[in-house]
Protein backbone atom coordinates (compact mmCIF):
# COMPACT_ATOMS: atom_id res chain seq x y z
CA UNK A 1 0.00 0.00 0.00
CA UNK A 2 1.42 3.59 -0.60
CA UNK A 3 0.38 6.92 0.22
CA UNK A 4 0.94 10.30 -1.46
CA UNK A 5 2.50 12.63 0.58
CA UNK A 6 1.35 16.55 0.01
CA UNK A 7 4.31 18.48 -1.85
CA UNK A 8 6.60 21.65 0.09
CA UNK A 9 4.97 23.58 -2.72
CA UNK A 10 1.35 23.84 -4.08
CA UNK A 11 2.44 25.27 -6.74
CA UNK A 12 4.81 22.60 -7.69
CA UNK A 13 2.88 19.52 -9.02
CA UNK A 14 6.07 17.26 -9.29
CA UNK A 15 6.82 17.40 -6.06
CA UNK A 16 4.00 14.50 -5.21
CA UNK A 17 5.93 10.99 -4.88
CA UNK A 18 4.83 7.74 -3.94
CA UNK A 19 5.28 6.59 -0.04
CA UNK A 20 5.05 3.39 0.97
CA UNK A 21 3.12 3.29 4.17
CA UNK A 22 5.87 1.90 6.42
CA UNK A 23 7.74 4.20 5.49
CA UNK A 24 5.50 6.98 6.61
CA UNK A 25 4.70 5.62 10.18
CA UNK A 26 8.39 5.45 10.75
CA UNK A 27 8.86 9.47 9.93
CA UNK A 28 5.84 9.66 12.29
CA UNK A 29 6.44 7.68 14.89
CA UNK A 30 10.56 9.05 14.64
CA UNK A 31 8.97 12.57 15.53
CA UNK A 32 5.87 11.93 17.02
CA UNK A 33 2.11 13.42 16.25
CA UNK A 34 -0.24 14.68 18.47
CA UNK A 35 -3.87 14.60 17.76
CA UNK A 36 -6.98 16.20 19.52
CA UNK A 37 -9.96 16.64 19.25
CA UNK A 38 -13.13 18.28 21.08
CA UNK A 39 -16.55 16.38 22.00
CA UNK A 40 -19.53 18.27 23.31
CA UNK A 41 -23.02 16.15 24.66
CA UNK A 42 -25.92 19.22 23.94
CA UNK A 43 -29.52 18.90 24.02
CA UNK A 44 -31.41 21.78 22.92
CA UNK A 45 -28.59 23.74 22.65
CA UNK A 46 -27.76 23.24 25.63
CA UNK A 47 -24.02 22.15 26.28
CA UNK A 48 -24.13 19.35 29.32
CA UNK A 49 -20.55 17.57 28.50
CA UNK A 50 -17.55 19.11 27.26
CA UNK A 51 -14.56 16.39 26.60
CA UNK A 52 -11.29 17.48 25.34
CA UNK A 53 -8.99 15.05 23.93
CA UNK A 54 -5.51 15.01 22.85
CA UNK A 55 -3.03 12.02 22.20
CA UNK A 56 0.50 11.31 21.92
CA UNK A 57 1.73 8.92 19.40
CA UNK A 58 5.45 8.17 19.37
CA UNK A 59 7.97 5.69 19.87
CA UNK A 60 10.06 5.50 23.17
CA UNK A 61 12.88 6.10 21.08
CA UNK A 62 11.67 9.69 20.50
CA UNK A 63 10.15 10.12 23.56
CA UNK A 64 13.47 9.47 26.08
CA UNK A 65 16.83 12.03 26.42
CA UNK A 66 19.74 10.96 24.41
CA UNK A 67 22.64 9.97 26.75
CA UNK A 68 24.29 13.72 25.99
CA UNK A 69 21.18 15.56 27.29
CA UNK A 70 21.55 13.92 30.78
Given amino acids: M ?3 LAPSSAD ?3 AYRPVALVD ?11 ISGDLT ?3 A ?7 SLRALVAS ?3 LT ?5 R
Fill in 2 to 4: TTT
Fill in 12 to 14: DPS
Fill in 24 to 34: LLDRVLASGVV
Fill in 41 to 43: LAI
Fill in 45 to 51: DVDLVRI
Fill in 60 to 62: VDA
Fill in 65 to 69: PTEDA
